[in-house]
């Protein structure tokens, strides 16, 4: 195995070792729904059966391989935590929130917040309406924009 093999699996396992401590902090107090929840698994896991097929069959390529696998399922969340919003394995704290607003569109129930970094959505099925409002009017730090 040459050395930049090994350097790509080691920074690739930090990376894994990183996003699965996220999620596992993370805890959702009320979870959202992706959209496009699925595309990125479907996508490592395309990128892995290719590179397994147009490639000679090493273990370099194996244990790479292996490595990228644990990103196909880790850092997929968004929803609210008790310390703010949770987009991408990502949290927002809740004093960066600039201001939030609650919407209904369609069959879902859309929270927009506003960051310094522009607006992100975050969708939630109708049923939790209630809870999300709730929790939020809870915070102090929040501020309701209509």
């Given at each position: 195995m040459d050395t930049s093999t090994i350097f790509l699996f080691i920074f690739i396992l930090a990376v894994d070792i990183i996003?699965?401590?996220k999620d596992i902090r993370s805890k959702l107090i009320i979870s959202g729904n992706k959209k496009f929840k699925v595309i990125i698994p479907i996508m490592l896991?395309?990128?892995i059966v290719m590179t397994l097929e147009n490639s000679s069959f090493s273990i370099e390529n194996i244990i790479v391989c292996i490595g990228i696998l644990p990103l196909a399922f880790v850092g997929n969340k968004t929803g609210i935590t008790e310390?703010?919003?949770l987009f991408n394995s990502y949290v927002t704290p809740w004093?960066?929130?600039e201001s939030y607003?609650?919407?209904e569109q369609g069959e879902k129930y859309v929270l927009?917040?506003?960051t310094n970094i522009g607006i992100r959505k975050i969708f939630f099925k109708l049923e939790h309406k209630d809870e999300v409002k709730k929790y939020?009017?809870?915070i102090r730090k929040l501020k309701y924009v209509i």
């Open positions: 996003l699965i401590i896991v395309l990128f310390n703010g919003f004093d960066k929130v607003s609650l919407k927009s917040f506003k939020l009017s809870g």
